[in-house]
């Protein structure tokens, strides 16, 4: 079988909010994006997410791409630069390094054929790629997350049917709860033991681009709360709201109380291919409570 599909970036302004999207068909397809990147780093990104995406079918992939500069860079230059120590001909560094080194990664092993299409032409696989690329930066400009999209799961039919996340197995009724209800459910989940013992289990409810703010003002990456072990104590989660702010977004506010006070929460999830994952969180300690000089109370540390 062969999956044929096309990708596709966009940025107002080179740079300015950015988005990518690629396109399969109409339940198979994905879309992100950034406040602030180039054309460039769009029409990459979408061409990544594609391969990563389909890394699990054994199938030959066909991309359809209007930018000869992600065509070349992966199939005429990076050799070279690889050989060169990722440095081009006149010595300079490859530009967007990370991205070419990701994709270098996700091809490896891949049986897949680039072929250019020029934009606007009508195309349809390319239409449509360029219409989610725009509509993701067009949502970064507004201040809005585009929505990620259904992705590709060649497990589609068994994950229907119930999956284990992080150590909280959701069953069949899955399909019938709310998106608020299951990312309480989430949410509680990240406080339990089993998933904050469990790098892989934090890992699957993380968004790939999560961060926290913590009390203290410090900015916490993923990669730090990767690390980081169960709590202390038991934490309870008391709910103040839960709203839908749009399909593939959901904000809860809620209080956690434990041993050294209460803190106000608020956590920010993202429905993705690959279910709902946290995207940003923040604490802050009630006023009325003294809060601590020694102590950030990060979600992962409270």
């Known amino acids: 079988m062969t999956i044929i599909a096309a990708a596709d970036g966009s940025a107002l302004g080179n740079p300015g909010p950015a988005g990518w999207g690629w396109f399969i068909d109409d339940a198979t397809w994905a879309s992100g994006g ?7 780093i769009g029409e990459l990104m979408a061409v990544l997410d594609l391969l990563r995406q389909t890394a699990g079918a054994d199938d030959e992939l066909v991309i359809w791409c209007d930018s000869t500069y992600v065509i070349n860079s992966i199939t005429k230059w990076m050799p070279g630069w690889k050989r060169k120590g990722w440095v081009k001909a006149d010595g300079k560094p490859v530009l967007n390094l990370e991205l070419m080194q990701d994709l270098d990664a996700a091809m490896a092993g891949r049986r897949v054929q680039f072929k250019w299409v020029k934009g606007h032409t009508g195309h349809e696989l390319n239409e449509a790629a360029d219409r989610l690329a725009t509509a993701a930066a067009l949502a970064y400009q507004q201040g809005r997350m585009p929505p990620a999209g259904p992705g590709f799961r060649s497990d589609r039919d068994a994950r229907a049917s119930g ?59 993923r990669e730090e709360v990767l690390r980081i072990g169960p709590l202390d104590g038991p934490v309870a989660l008391d709910l103040i709201s839960a709203e839908r702010l749009s399909d593939d977004l959901v904000l809860l506010l809620w209080r ?47």
């Open 256 to 302: 956690s109380t434990d041993d050294s006070g209460s803190h106000l929460r608020s956590s920010l999830w993202q429905r993705t291919p690959a279910g709902w994952q946290q995207r940003f969180h923040q604490g802050t300690p009630e006023p009325a409570l003294p809060q601590s000089s020694e102590r950030d109370t990060l979600m992962f540390d409270l």
């Open 34 to 40: 950034w406040p602030r990147a180039t054309n460039n």
């Open 163 to 221: 999956f284990v996340a992080t150590g909280v197995t959701v069953g069949p009724d899955r399909a019938v709860r709310s998106a608020e209800e299951e990312v309480i459910e989430l949410e509680r989940a990240l406080l339990s033991d089993a998933v904050r013992s469990s790098a892989s289990a934090l890992d699957a409810l993380l968004h790939p681009q999560w961060s926290e703010i913590g009390s203290s003002g410090r900015h916490w990456t």
